[in-house]
């Protein structure tokens, strides 16, 4: 199993606002094309992939998205459109979801009431995660951990602290290469480098 956890700091959690984001300041294609490409491949559909969507934006309380491959999940096709289309049907019908609450919507798809530090909280305990930067180990000379866990953020960067928190607990930096890369063509270098270590 391979996860990508994509931290949307600028996701809504409300449903009927999802698609004005779309080109906006808050870029949700970002997470939209991070999820097509970490999902479908020519003529096919990884089932080995589960993508967390992490929508920090919220007058409440952060909603994380879990998109399980291996579980059934279904996308009605590799556009734009589609992962809008489920995002917004995630959140209307979570509507009244509590605090840390974990609601199972459709086979490969849950939501759950609490956001980033918990969520990696929880991974920690049984998989290596990495974050995702420049200055970073190359990915080809790091020896990758089995079932291993990728932290993305969309296009604003992760804050500091976040960063600096994560190094305490261990989380290893790994790069991609120099440039600065969007978050879902991060998806499609990692997606091709663990394939090439698997086949």
């Given at each position: 199993m391979r996860t990508f956890i994509i931290r949307a700091r600028k996701g809504t959690t409300r449903w009927e606002r999802i698609r004005s984001t779309v080109g906006a300041r808050e870029h949700f294609e970002v997470v939209a094309h991070s999820v097509i490409n970490a999902f479908f491949v020519s003529n096919g559909f990884r089932d080995d992939v589960e993508v967390y969507i992490i929508l920090?934006?919220?007058?409440?309380?952060?909603?994380?998205?879990?998109l399980s491959g291996g579980k059934g999940l279904s996308i009605a096709g590799f556009h734009e459109e589609a992962v809008l289309a489920l995002v917004e049907k995630a959140l209307k019908d979570s509507h009244g979801l509590q605090k840390d609450e974990?609601?199972?919507?459709?086979?490969?798809?849950q939501i759950s009431g609490f956001g980033f530090e918990k969520l990696v909280?929880?991974?920690?305990?049984?998989?290596?995660?990495y974050l995702l930067d420049r200055k970073g180990e190359d990915i080809r000379t790091t020896e990758l951990g089995s079932n291993p866990v990728f932290v993305?953020?969309?296009?604003?960067?992760?804050?500091?602290?976040s960063v600096k928190g994560l190094k305490r607990r261990g989380l290893k930096m790994i790069s991609l290469g120099r440039k600065?890369?969007?978050?879902?063509?991060?998806?499609?270098?990692?997606?091709?480098?663990?394939?090439?270590?698997?086949?």
């Open positions: 920090d934006s919220s007058e409440d309380f952060p909603r994380t998205l879990k974990t609601r199972t919507l459709a086979p490969g798809l909280s929880s991974l920690l305990e049984t998989r290596p995660i993305l953020s969309d296009h604003l960067a992760m804050p500091p602290k600065m890369l969007f978050a879902s063509q991060c998806v499609v270098l990692l997606n091709y480098e663990l394939d090439r270590v698997e086949f």
